[in-house]
């Protein structure tokens, strides 16, 4: 089992100094400009999946998303029975 354990380059958690140093190179080079560039050309794609892809991203952003209706039934598709487990207290 020689030569494991011990110091070793790069390893261990990375320093926040390094994550803030990332999100800034990012944020100077991820611009409004280089945004639109960017899904003008998603949404001008000659691949219809990504034009919907990004038309459906995009709108679901502005809009928010569509609700969707759940409905549930108990047994034998009658009403649900909610039971609580916390004790009422005596009235």
């Known amino acids: 089992m020689a030569g494991r354990g011990g110091f070793r380059n790069g390893a261990g958690r990375k320093s926040k100094a390094s994550k ?32 919907l892809d990004a038309t459906k991203y995009l709108s679901d952003r502005l809009y928010g998303k569509a609700s969707q209706a759940v409905e549930m039934t108990g047994g034998g598709g009658g009403p649900i029975q909610l039971v609580s487990s916390i004790p009422r207290p005596p009235s």
């Open 20 to 51: 803030l140093i990332e999100a800034g190179f990012v944020a100077d080079w991820f611009t409004a400009d280089y945004q639109q560039i960017k899904w003008k050309s998603f949404l001008e794609s000659k691949d219809e999946r990504i034009a």
